[in-house]
């Protein structure tokens, strides 16, 4: 099946992706704030964890278990100081990487059919997305209910 030679080589080509994806990111001026708070190998692990474990990550992993993975990161993101629509920038990043055609791995036209994988993986970026906004959310009402109460309690 196409599909899952497809995954193999997302897989296969993981490291090449994410560094790519790095430099995408870094010519990029809507992620300058991310870039200097977070680390870039901390970006390409992320980057690479995604597309290395792709069959797992769209085949094998439950709805709670990519909650708990993206809430996480939208939480550390938010404590990191990076800009929502920054965070969420990468991300979508993540996801137009894979179907770039200058990597020489994906041909546009050779998706076609593939309807399957596309949907499992706009779904799983999309899941992504939502989580890391959740956590992202969940930890700026935690600081400013902490700075509040310690204005309160002034």
Known sequence: MFALRLIRLIEDHADQLSQGLILRLQSSEVCSELLSLVPAHELKQRAYEIYHNATEWLLAKTESEIEERYVGLGARRAHQGVPYSQMLYALQTTKEHLFLRQEGLLEPTDLIGEMDLL??????????????????????????????????SR
Not at 131 to 139: D, I, L, M, Q, R
Request: glycine letters at 8%; a negative charge; hydrophobic letters at 40%.
């Open 119 to 152: 949907y499992s993986l706009e779904r799983f970026f999309d899941r992504a997305a939502y989580f890391s906004s959740v956590g992202y959310e969940s930890a700026r009402e935690g600081e400013i209910a902490h700075a509040l109460a310690g204005k309160l």
